[in-house]
């Protein structure tokens, strides 16, 4: 089923929640809702859902207006982060619950929905598990259940509130593959929010980015982590520095010298320059580079990573090696991006972004 927002808003007591969101997504996609608390995530998967109503502005299922319809006519199946299960009812009676409550005409019959209970234990992978009780499973198991209690009303759509947030890092690391695969083989479009980055960019099909009730950007896992779109996706997403500079004849500056970066299309005054750690050099016998002083100097199992502090603007930026480079780090360096996003000031809303790539300038 598609679903397409158009020009949502909502907004609690004055205060704005989402400011005019529209989104399509498509049939059979899987998508994030990603962004820091408070971005409006949950209100967005809420209003799609039809537990809360929109301000103004609309929900289409397919060519169907959903956005006055309940949460019923809707036909969604949500999964929240805290297992909503019935704790008297046993597993099977739990999945079976939506089919349950369905109006006479449409009931199945007990056997049926017994025989529907054990399918659907059979697709999460917990086979056997029907006269157990929630307080008799793993968080992750009771998950699982909730997820075809969700698929057993027959979704048209899956919506998802963070429903691995409560769980251990490796179990919620599992389930994250788990759902991956499920999805693949019953092709709902699904709906997820999440806080977690590596959780979105490793999931979904496409990655919605959220920040204070707007949404950033929209794309497929590498085009949000290689070419993002706002300041505010470069830094959420990923590993990165930024720099302060001052465009002047297209060139970029920082301080008063030029560091060889093109900067075309950029009126003169000043900008943010983006890089991440991976994608800084550090250079000699170049004298059109940044100038910094390292600060600090820490190692993981795969990488070095140098920190510094830049010449003239107190910013520390990140500089990221492999971990058997043991050239010795101190003092002053000269770095060159190799890589880079320059956007413009944020006072300067109107001036477009440049990326560039090294050769930095010839
Ligand atoms: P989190 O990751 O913390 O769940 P979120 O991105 O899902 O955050 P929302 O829960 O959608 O964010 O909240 C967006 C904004 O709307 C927040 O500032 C929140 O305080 C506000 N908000 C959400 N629900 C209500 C409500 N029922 N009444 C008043 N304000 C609300």
């Not at 075309?264 to 983006?274: Q, T």
Request: neutral net charge; proline residues 6%.
């Amino acid at each position: 089923m598609d679903i397409s927002v158009r020009e949502l808003r909502k907004t609690f007591d004055r205060y704005p929640a989402l400011h005019d969101v529209s989104l399509d997504i498509q049939s059979g996609e899987l998508i994030a809702l990603l962004g820091p608390s408070g971005s409006g995530k949950t209100t967005l998967l809420r209003l799609i859902a039809g537990l809360e109503f929109p301000t103004s502005g609309s929900i289409f299922y397919g060519t169907e207006d959903a956005s006055g319809k309940s949460v019923r006519d809707r036909q969604v199946g949500f999964v929240f982060q805290h297992y909503a299960l019935f704790k008297h009812m046993t597993v099977a009676d739990n999945i079976g619950f939506g089919l349950k409550v369905r109006d006479r005409s449409k009931r199945p019959s007990s056997a049926e929905i017994r025989r529907r209970a054990s399918d659907l234990l059979d697709l999460v992978q917990l086979p056997g598990l029907e006269d157990r009780y929630p307080s008799q499973l793993s968080g992750g198991q009771r998950q699982r259940v909730a997820l075809a209690r969700a698929l057993a009303i027959e979704p048209r759509v899956l919506l998802l509130d963070e429903p691995f947030g409560a769980l251990d890092a490796k179990v919620r690391k599992e389930l994250r593959r788990w759902l991956r695969e499920l999805h693949e083989r019953t092709g709902h479009t699904t709906i997820f929010v999440t806080h977690d980055q590596e959780e979105a960019l490793e999931l979904s099909d496409r990655v919605v980015v959220m920040s204070q009730g707007r949404i950033e950007q929209v794309g497929t896992p590498d085009e949000i982590y290689d070419t993002p779109a706002t300041p505010f996706v470069f830094s959420f997403i990923g590993d990165s520095s930024e720099i302060p500079i001052s465009v002047s004849g297209g060139e970029a500056h920082v301080g008063n010298r030029s560091i060889g970066v093109f900067a075309e299309g950029l009126p003169d005054g000043p900008a943010r320059l983006f890089v991440r750690p991976h994608d800084l050099d550090l250079v000699s016998d170049d004298p059109q580079t940044i100038a910094a002083v390292v600060t600090a100097v820490r190692r993981n199992s795969g990488s070095r990573f140098v920190e510094a502090e830049i010449d003239g603007c107190r910013s520390k930026v990140e500089i990221e090696l492999p971990a058997d480079d043991m050239r010795v780090f101190e003092g002053r360096i000269a770095l060159k991006p190799k890589r880079w996003k320059i956007f413009p000031d944020a006072k300067r809303p109107n001036s477009q972004s440049v990326v560039g790539k090294g050769p930095y300038k010839h």
